[in-house]
């Protein structure tokens, strides 16, 4: 057993790109905020499942709260562990005409037409912790635009009081001005939480903001290649 939250050592899955995902070694502690720089939108998305025991991988280890992947022995032990992690991603269906608090009740319940009052007040503080306003909430999701639907997918993510949020290039819509604030609001929010969170982007900004600790991916190798934090003031001003 370990403490850590996530270990990946000596992982290879080909997933038919120019060359199989790559990852050397990663630890992630509770409440470590870690951004991987490198991984385009495919190479993210094999990244994501590989972590939730979705994928397993063709070579290497993945433990995932003290537990490798590849011990998950069906559907309902996969379903009670991926219970324990958020997923901040595109790929998160939003129901668009809906309004943002019933599409935030849903992970409480499938009655919110309207939902019980419990679980509207459940869904109204989701909505407030992620930084959308009281006026957005009656609003269809399709009102809102690139911010409020990141948010939207952040707050589901939230719902069920995950140990580890995973971002999937989260910031890949926002206008440059918003990507350093959602990053500093996910950052806020997971500290407040005590949550560790793992965002693969590829995106510098972003991964500034939201991480304690940014990592280059060396694609060849799979090394992963921490980058100072000077560095980033310089280059982001």
């Known amino acids: ?32 905020t870690i951004a991987v720089v490198g991984l385009d939108l495919a190479a993210a998305e094999v990244f994501v499942n590989l972590i939730t025991g ?26 009670a562990v991926v219970d324990r992690v958020g997923i ?15 599409n935030l009740a849903m992970p409480f319940t499938l009655d919110i037409e309207p939902p019980a009052e419990e679980v509207r007040l459940r869904a109204e503080a989701l909505a407030a912790e992620v930084g959308l306003s009281p006026a957005m909430w009656p609003k269809a999701v399709a009102d809102g635009d690139a911010s409020a639907h990141a948010r939207v997918r952040l707050a589901r993510a939230l719902a069920l009081g995950p140990a580890l949020l995973l971002l999937e290039h989260a910031s890949a819509a926002l206008s440059r001005d918003e990507v350093d604030r959602f990053g500093r609001d996910v950052r806020s929010i997971g500290e407040r939480r005590g949550i560790a969170i793992v965002a693969a982007t590829a995106d510098d900004r972003f991964a500034a903001a939201v991480a304690g600790r940014v990592l280059v991916l060396e694609a060849a190798t799979g090394r992963l290649v921490e980058r100072r934090r000077r560095w980033f003031g310089r280059r982001l001003g």
């Not at 979705?54 to 032990?77: Q, V, Y």
């Not at 901040?88 to 019933?102: C, D, H, K, M, Y």
């Open 1 to 32: 057993m370990t403490s850590a939250v996530l270990e990946m050592s000596g992982v290879s899955k080909d997933y038919r790109a120019l060359r199989p995902l790559r990852i050397r070694r990663l630890a992630v502690g509770t409440a470590e």
């Open 54 to 79: 979705a994928t397993l991988p063709d070579a290497g280890t993945i433990c995932l709260f003290g537990r490798p992947t590849s011990a998950i022995r069906d559907s309902a032990e996969w379903l």
């Open 88 to 102: 901040v991603s595109a790929r998160a269906v939003l129901l668009e005409r809906l309004s943002i608090t019933q």
